[in-house]
């Protein structure tokens, strides 16, 4: 993910997301974070993780997108494993966000309304501009719990699915999903404290 001096004190509600357009998805999502980065660096990383959270759930398939970070054992996890781990890895997002955009020095997104279809997938181009920077952000997006929504976000390239998959891969090899969670879990307690 992009790492700009951006703040992110956020959304008191999920945004209102169009969700018949996976353009529009971005669009939304995009925006509700410069809105995170514009509101202050006054509120806590707790306080901006929390409002982060909505929209995280709103626009993106948290459960998918865990699913393809846990890998192979996904197939055999327990249900209530399953659930603490999307549960982590939301919150995880959530922090992450609010780690990454955490400040606002007239950054814009710009988002291209022609999608390219990948199968039943869409991919949405999209780049955040600041003064003197420009990074592509593509957007994987697919149809789930009734609209569009993120699957996966390339930040110049890179597979933000692929990169937390491989860095959790020995945790999740270790002791499966239910380690993983616990370590997400456990670590961004400490950087929520």
């Known amino acids: 993910m992009f790492r700009s001096a951006v703040a992110a004190t956020v959304l008191i509600a999920a945004p209102a997301v169009a969700a018949g357009d996976p353009a529009a998805v971005v669009g939304d999502f995009n925006n509700a974070l410069i809105a995170a980065m514009q509101s202050g660096k006054g509120a806590s990383l707790a306080a901006r993780t929390a409002k982060l959270l909505p929209l995280v ?14 890998g192979p054992v996904w197939a055999t996890t327990a249900a209530a494993d399953r ?30 309304p022609k999608v390219d279809q990948r199968g039943g997938d869409v991919l949405v181009h999209a780049a955040i501009v600041s003064r003197d920077d420009r990074h592509a952000l593509n957007y994987r997006l697919h149809q789930a719990e009734g609209g569009w929504r993120i699957i996966d976000i390339y930040s110049d390239g890179v597979s933000q699915v692929v990169t937390f ?11 499966g999903a239910a380690a993983l969670a616990a370590k997400l879990s456990a670590a961004d307690a400490a950087k929520l404290k």
């Open 165 to 175: 998959r491989a860095e959790f891969a020995g945790t999740v090899k270790a002791g």
């Open 83 to 112: 659930e603490a781990l999307i549960d982590a890895f939301t919150r995880h997002a959530a922090l992450t966000y609010a780690v990454n955009f955490s400040s606002f020095d007239g950054e814009k997104f710009v988002v291209d």
């Open 57 to 70: 759930k709103a626009t993106h398939d948290m459960p998918g997108m865990t699913r393809l970070v846990a």
